[in-house]
Nanobody, 126 residues
């Protein structure tokens, strides 16, 4: 079982930056991809970014491309999401997720990820 703990959320003004962290523990040997999703009130959970664990290949939603950067630190079993030029529409609860090598779903769908963190609130004021 994989446990994920997010940190780094908070309140920031429009144009500001935040860095989210996701620390993993437990049986991570089957994890091959890490993702960040977000969910705003009244909306469905949406894909933000993902990174493969072995090769570090990255994927981004169009809405965050050029502003957000996902990275990993293998030695610490930690994934980061650096968020720059934040906008009020980025306000949401952000979730870290880990996907198993046994899943064949697309990387940008929640079904790809078997393990989820508890979420961290990001609020961007205008």
């Amino acid at each position: 079982q994989v446990q994920l703990v997010e940190s780094g959320g908070g309140l920031v003004q429009s144009g500001g930056s935040l860095r989210l962290s996701c620390a993993a523990s437990g049986g991570t040997f089957s994890v091959d991809i890490w993702g960040w999703f977000r969910q705003a009130p009244g909306k469905e959970r949406e894909f933000v970014a993902a990174i493969t664990w072995s090769g570090g290949r990255t994927y981004y939603a169009d809405s965050v491309k050029g502003r957000f950067t996902i990275s990993r630190e293998s030695a610490k079993n930690t994934v980061y999401l650096q968020m720059n030029s934040l906008k009020p529409e980025d306000t949401a609860v952000y979730y870290c997720a880990a996907g198993s090598v046994y899943s064949t779903s697309a990387y940008d769908t929640p079904a790809r990820y078997a393990y989820w963190g508890q979420g961290t609130q990001v609020t961007v004021s205008s």
